[in-house]
């Protein structure tokens, strides 16, 4: 977080090329995100985040997380992860269960249901991602987004680090029409 003591004579502005590299970086990812979220509602009944999660749990181990890792890996609070992991069980495509290793806490698994739902829905998913991303710029374009980004996740991974108890970053104030977002896939 900046420091408390920064005004506006001691900020560091942003020069007229950054401040329009900022406003791209803003108006395109939500555009981006609002456009893959619409994709996947219109044509599969889930959104971005829920999408999201079925990945993770395809990946995992057993196709099942504890929900605070699952919450950790989209660097999400947990709160917003079971709202999330709700909707996906009242669809069918995810159950919760007893932890498997310990019992105390609980997992998201992936069901066949979701299984089929992810592999329905991820042509479109990645049709997206490359017609509003990838094949928009060259190659060495977008791997020095990935390098950004990445430099960007690893600094403000203490903001989300929990040191493994999957707390993930704090809630954001509630506000009504909000949508979402969450990492490509």
């Known amino acids: 977080m900046p420091d408390a003591a920064v005004d506006t004579e001691t900020a560091r502005w942003l020069d007229s090329e950054q401040q ?110 490359r017609e509003h991303l990838v094949d928009l710029v060259d190659r060495k374009d977008l791997v020095v987004v990935g390098r950004v980004f990445g430099a960007t996740a690893a600094h403000l991974a203490d903001d989300c680090d929990d040191g493994g108890r999957g707390t993930g970053p704090p809630d954001p104030p509630r506000r009504s029409g909000r949508q979402s977002r969450v990492s490509l896939r």
């Open 20 to 129: 329009a590299t900022w406003r791209a970086f803003l108006s395109g990812t939500t555009r981006l995100f609002d456009r893959l979220d619409r994709d996947l509602r219109v044509h599969h009944g889930i959104s971005l985040p829920e999408y999201e999660i079925l990945v993770r749990l395809s990946e995992a181990s057993g196709r099942r997380l504890r929900m605070a890792e699952l919450a950790s890996s989209l660097a999400h609070s947990r709160s917003r992860v079971t709202h999330t992991v709700s909707r996906l069980e009242q669809l069918g495509a995810v159950v919760r269960e007893a932890c498997s290793t310990d019992g105390r806490g609980v997992e998201a698994v992936l069901t066949e249901a979701g299984r089929q739902r992810l592999v329905d829905a991820a042509p479109v998913h990645v049709a997206g991602v």
